[in-house]
């Protein structure tokens, strides 16, 4: 039997395993006329029989011919056989409601189902929303990525692998695995999809950080900001690197350089991404502190507690220094206030484990 940490090996540092289309099982019209359609980020809906899959394509044969679109670029699909519930889930996970989707999934009964392509969909989304679910709770991560890479070590044809090896680098994360979470980012960057490349680097940069590497986890942020690629997936990533440079800056004795790039950000960011908000705030709070300035670190932090309540992982991070910086400055209620909130609310995070 070929052991764990070969099988990770194979899997996700050799060379890029997904060059072909494997055939799907049924590739005739679905029954009773119905068609399968893939809903595109650009271009009209595709409407036909999807024909074959890979981690990066799909496959769709449209009356007498035959479209290959990039799954990156599929913004939906929907199969003919698809059972409702298995659509409900699709659209539930899209609203990061992983629990009701599971639901959902649980529910569906295996008559209700025979073609194979979406028999991998229900095991997929199971799997994906368990595992999403292990990284709120903190519960069963383990058996949660065994699972997931199982499923990646037998589907490695799937549309889903890249998704499924993100969040096995994020259950690799909570886990206190930095270094099996970085062999799965940096299959990310097999893809040939630029903007997957960029976040590749910089999960990777985030992974080196938890080590406390900063000089190479500051080159891979780098390497993402200094990229030409100019759409909103990069430049997406180009804030999430010069946030996590920021962090690096921190760390390496240069909290005023930290400082002057994210106060650049707040003022160039839309105040409705809470998401990159929760970040910034996050990463100025850490600045602050390395800076011995800790009532502004304070206001820094519950800019996130305050302001961002559904961003989870941010929030556990801002009331982790809470606790801390409360105590700082004699304020010991506050700072008990924040501890306690922080294992009641997100026992699961590695920031209530520290």
């Known amino acids: 039997m070929i052991g764990r940490k070969v099988l990770i090996e194979r899997l996700f540092t050799g060379m890029p395993l997904f060059l072909g289309i494997s055939l799907v099982a049924q ?34 044969q449209v009356k007498d011919r035959r479209e290959k679109v ?42 209700e189902v025979t073609r194979d392509l979406v028999l991998e969909d229900i095991e997929y989304y199971r799997l994906y929303c368990e595992g999403r679910l292990a990284l709120r709770t903190g519960e069963n ?61 910089v999960l990777i940069g985030v992974s080196l950080q938890s080590e406390s590497k900063w000089s190479d986890a500051a080159k891979q942020f780098d390497q993402v900001m200094n990229d030409s690629l100019a759409t909103p997936d990069a430049e997406r990533y180009k804030i999430r690197a010069r946030v996590g440079k920021a962090y690096c800056q921190a760390y390496l004795d240069d909290p005023a350089g930290g400082i002057q790039s994210l106060e650049g950000l707040v003022a160039q960011q839309d105040p409705q991404d809470a998401e990159s908000f929760s970040r910034i705030y996050n990463a100025l709070g850490t600045c602050y502190r390395k800076a011995n300035r800790p009532q502004d670190a304070i206001l820094a932090f519950l800019h996130v507690e305050i302001l961002f309540p559904n961003q989870a992982e ?41």
């Open 27 to 60: 590739v005739t019209w679905a029954q009773g006329g119905g068609l399968d359609t893939v809903q595109r980020a650009k271009g009209p809906a595709l409407l036909g029989s999807v024909v074959g899959t890979s981690a990066t394509h799909i496959e769709i």
């Open 70 to 111: 990039s799954v990156f670029e599929v913004t939906r699909l929907m199969l003919a056989e698809d059972p409702p519930r298995l659509r409900r889930a699709r659209d539930l996970v899209q609203q990061d409601q992983y629990e009701n989707a599971l639901k959902e999934l649980v529910a569906l009964q295996s008559t």
């Open 141 to 201: 991560q383990k058996v949660r990525q065994e699972a997931l890479l199982a499923f990646a070590t037998s589907h490695r044809d799937s549309r889903h692998f890249y998704q499924a090896a993100e969040l096995l680098g994020d259950l690799a994360t909570a886990r206190g695995a930095p270094a099996e979470a970085t062999k799965f980012y940096r299959s990310l960057a097999k893809a040939d999809w630029p903007p997957l490349t960029m976040k590749s680097a």
């Open 314 to 354: 941010a929030r556990a991070e801002a009331l982790f220094h809470l606790g801390q910086l409360w105590s700082e400055v004699r304020q010991e209620e506050r700072a008990t206030q924040a501890r306690n909130q922080l294992k009641t609310q997100y026992s699961g995070s590695r920031w209530a484990r520290q």
